[in-house]
């Protein structure tokens, strides 16, 4: 058994609305064993895996998957299990699985995870497990999983972001990682969006970090303005740290300048020599060290948000618990392998360190290491009580003075920070600060969450979400609205229409498309952005107010979705085009992939259907938010009973677009009197533009508001590039489109026919990764719809062979009837247009459906100059009262 691709799709996808891979899983000689075939195999999976018996399978009961195994069931199946049972040992774990056959000896496994680093290598372990067992061979599982618990603690988000996220989640906030092995997230997106990394957000100003991790200055500002900070000064050297101590006052606390979590901190040092040592540890963090008065009394943590204390923890350093018979050493090991405990900041708790400092913190009780404690006896094992260092904390939120919480907010405002962690040493927090020893030790930025979410006692305080609220208060808009158009053929224009609408109406835009990301109308970066990235791209921009998404099949395949959910969701119509891609076999396929656009929608939202459309009903039952239709027809069955139930819907009655809602209509204008519908010729454009309108209602602007600002949109290189573009050459016309399916050429077959040219010569082609039946029937369909094909190919073959498309299309041609003398066959696009611009005749119109734009430009450009002046119109026509061509 082999994985021949693994592939991750981190948001909303085909297979599920949770992150999912795609394990491609070859089983070559094993393809058809069953596990019932060997009588001992369910007994020594389990024996590798126990956990596999909690596995319920589709019996939904414990035990499931085993009885599934000893019943008999093929490896793909086992494989799946296998992989999911590897997560949960290693702390990633997930629940959804599924396996399904595919062509040959090929299985297809699609699991739920949460970690990419983590779960590549652990795919790569389910195989091997599989094939151990298989083999009746031996497999130590300890290594991989060691592997994948530290990736998993690299790149998850540890307990404090986790915290945010959920907060987020919980508030229906939309979150993306900025960058993997970071913890820096967009919460939110275009203007409303807000950034943190971990407990910093993007309010966390650079200066009052700085201050934050300078000790001394922050010291010097506190106490200018009369907050309570102990005494002490700045050293370089040992003899300036004991001169230092000397003036302050035994005990005293050596810290690193610049230092942070705690390291390198001594506290209660008694005596020169213990000085001394600390200066050496201190030292190695930072060439200053602050020497200052130790404050006795005990320690706490004031988390500030805003300016108000959000949380109040007590901190105990770290400690055991002797029980008479091991060492200190050995109770340190026992309890960092309590599952509480992780490495930096992964977990509730950090592993205790033993250290130099641990060693100066037994001395001082005239212990060490190797010492046995007394059963019950509590040592302490660190002097500071930093959890990032051990510590552990109890919360005592609701025991703190409200003049020790104006103490610490204050402290913060002076800092300048947002959030901060304010450590306070008061000998009773419940009384007020003047009446007690007592001082400010530390103002932190980016302050761990840890204490106050998973308290060793008191209450868990939900933090993250008084941190989520404060960024984020409740009332304010936190996403800007999005639409997401997919189908067949017209989603281009029908996005670019709703991007002129959402501009017009005075919003900063941000729309990807076929051949771009544009910002507020003016294109940012060139190319196909109509799958996930194109999508991250808009939502991340900062200044956008709506957001605008051409969502094309090959990007939901391939990637997913690249934005969590729409406000309103456009499905245009679904034809039978690229089949034979991706696995898609049928109809139904391309049905069930354009739904989930239909599926990932608010309840709040709205789904605008194709009434017409023969998929519309498969659709229409996937959906949860309300449902607009549209219809070319004022008859159509599945509008009348959608308004029969009070719903919404726009169709067209005897030329004029009608919006209704239950039994109340109201008229929109006449098709004619925008442009671009070519004076209402061009009914593919009339259905684009019922698709927009209803979007424009999804989205809250009236029918008729929208309709306003549609009226002037029309078929050029300004408003619609590409698209229906007709151009003026002297005697003849030229007109550039990109449809490549056999409905798309039947439909400006039709529209050109409207027109009234001469000839119609069409130089065609279709992509080469279509099957040969869709090559073949869109050769039928241009048959019927041009009189002269000029058929090209395109320069990416798409894995076909030189001629092969232009064959196939020749012979759907031949198929419909359309005499050989009317077919020429070219290699390249630009040789079939010059060909055309060459032998075209007065009136004849030249429909030219391209792969390249910029090739096609080009060559009309070159016949421009040639002409008269006069006859020269380089520049699309606006047809909204079409005249004929001849």
């Not at 290594?143 to 998993?152: I, R, S």
């Amino acid at each position: 058994m082999k994985i021949v691709e693994l592939h991750f799709f981190p948001g909303r996808n085909i297979y599920s609305h949770r992150p999912v891979l795609k394990m491609l899983l070859d089983l070559e000689a094993a393809a058809c064993f069953r596990t019932d075939a060997d009588s001992g195999f369910a007994g020594r999976l389990l024996a590798v895996l126990p956990g596999l018996e909690e596995h319920k399978c589709s019996r939904r009961r414990r035990g499931g998957f085993l009885e599934r195994v000893r019943e008999g069931t093929y490896l793909g199946h086992v494989t799946e299990h296998v992989f999911l049972e590897l997560q949960s040992l290693a702390g990633v774990g997930m629940e959804y699985g599924k396996t399904r056959t595919g062509p040959g000896t090929m299985v297809e496994i699609i699991a739920e995870y949460c970690c990419r680093q983590a779960a590549e290598i652990l795919a790569a372990a389910a195989v091997d497990v599989v094939c151990a067992v298989l083999h009746k061979e031996q497999y130590d599982l300890q290594p991989v999983l060691d592997e994948a618990k530290k990736l998993a603690a690299v790149y998850l988000p540890g307990p404090s972001t986790r915290a945010l996220l959920q907060a987020a989640r919980k508030r229906d906030i939309p979150y993306q990682l900025l960058d993997e092995g970071t913890s820096l997230y967009r919460l939110g997106t275009g203007k409303y969006q807000k950034r943190i990394q971990a407990s910093v957000s993007e309010h966390t100003g650079c200066i009052a970090v700085d201050i934050a991790c300078n000790k001394p200055l922050t010291k010097k500002i506190l106490a200018r303005h009369g907050l309570p900070v102990p005494r002490g000064r700045v050293v370089q050297t040992v003899a300036e740290a004991l001169a230092a101590a000397g003036e302050v006052g035994f005990p005293v606390a050596l810290k690193p300048v610049n230092g942070n979590q705690g390291k390198g901190v001594s506290l209660n040092l008694q005596s020169a020599a213990e000085v001394k040592s600390a200066f050496a540890i201190a030292s190695a963090y930072s060439s200053s060290v602050l020497v200052e008065a130790y404050l006795v009394g005990r320690h706490y943590r004031f988390l500030v948000v805003h300016g108000e204390v959000a949380a109040v923890a007590e901190r105990l350093p770290a400690y055991v618990v002797g029980d008479g018979r091991r060492s200190i050493r050995e109770l340190i090991t026992e309890e960092n392998k309590n599952p509480l405990r992780g490495e930096g900041h992964e977990k509730p708790l950090t592993k205790i360190p033993v250290d130099d400092l641990t060693v100066e913190a037994l001395g001082r009780q005239g212990l060490n290491l190797e010492t046995v404690v007394p059963a019950g006896k509590k040592i302490s094992v660190r002097d500071n009580a930093n959890l990032s260092t051990g510590g552990t904390a109890c919360d005592v939120t609701g025991l703190v003075h409200p003049r020790q919480s104006a103490l610490a907010a204050a402290a913060a405002r002076l800092v300048g920070l947002d959030i901060a962690g304010v450590d306070v040493v008061m000998e009773d927090i419940t009384l007020p600060p003047e009446n007690q020893e007592g001082g400010i030790i530390e103002v932190n930025a980016a302050p761990g969450l840890r204490m106050h979410l998973f308290p060793a006692g008191g209450k868990p305080r939900n933090v993250g979400e008084i941190i989520v609220e404060k960024l984020f208060p409740p009332g304010r808009q936190v996403r800007v609205p999005v639409f997401s158009i997919t189908g067949t053929n017209g989603k281009t224009t029908v996005t670019r229409m709703l991007e002129y609408v959402m501009r017009q109406h005075g919003l900063q835009t941000g729309m990807c498309c076929t051949d771009g990301l544009y910002y507020n109308g003016v294109l940012a970066k060139a190319g196909d952005l109509t799958g996930p990235a194109g999508a991250s791209a808009v939502l991340a921009h900062p200044e956008i107010e709506v957001a605008v998404l051409e969502t094309a099949r090959g990007g939901i395949v391939r990637r997913g979705l690249g934005y969590d959910r729409a406000d309103v969701a456009v499905i245009c119509n679904v034809r039978p085009d690229h089949l034979g891609q991706d696995n898609i076999e049928s109809l139904e396929d391309l049905v069930h992939i354009k739904s989930l656009v239909a599926e990932a929608v608010y309840e709040t939202g709205a789904v605008v259907l194709n009434a017409d459309d023969p998929s519309t009903h498969t659709i229409a039952e996937r959906v949860w938010a309300s449902l607009i239709y549209f219809s070319l027809q004022e008859d159509n069955i599945t509008v009348r009973r959608h308004l029969g139930k009070g719903g919404r819907a726009l169709f067209v009655r005897r030329g004029t677009i009608v919006a209704a809602q239950g039994n109340k209509m109201v008229l929109v204008g006449k098709t004619r009197d925008f442009a671009v519908t070519f004076g209402g010729r061009a009914r593919h454009q009339v259905e684009n533009l019922l698709a927009s309108l209803a979007a424009c209602w999804g989205f809250g602007l009236s029918p008729r508001q929208a309709a306003f600002y549609l009226r002037n949109f029309a078929a050029n290189p300004q408003d619609n590039p590409g698209r229906s573009n007709l151009y003026h050459l002297g005697a003849f016309s030229v007109m550039i489109d990109y449809g490549h399916n056999a409905d798309s050429f039947a439909k400006m077959g039709e529209l050109a026919r409207k027109l009234k040219p001469h000839r119609i010569l069409a130089v065609m082609g279709v992509p080469g990764d279509r099957c040969d039946d869709l090559i073949i029937a869109a050769g039928e369909a241009a048959a019927r719809a041009f009189d002269v094909l000029l058929i090209k190919e395109d320069e990416d073959l798409r894995g076909r062979k030189p001629g092969e498309v232009a064959l196939l299309l020749k012979q759907g041609a031949l198929q419909a009837g359309k005499k050989p003398a009317k077919l020429h066959l070219f290699r390249y696009e630009r040789e079939a247009l010059r060909f055309a611009l060459k032998v075209a005749m007065p009136g004849d119109l030249i429909l030219v459906f391209y792969e390249r734009l910029d090739t096609v430009l080009a060559e009309i450009a070159a016949v421009a100059p040639a002409l008269p002046p006069q006859q020269k119109s380089t520049q699309a026509v606006n047809m909204e009262n079409p005249v004929a061509l001849t």
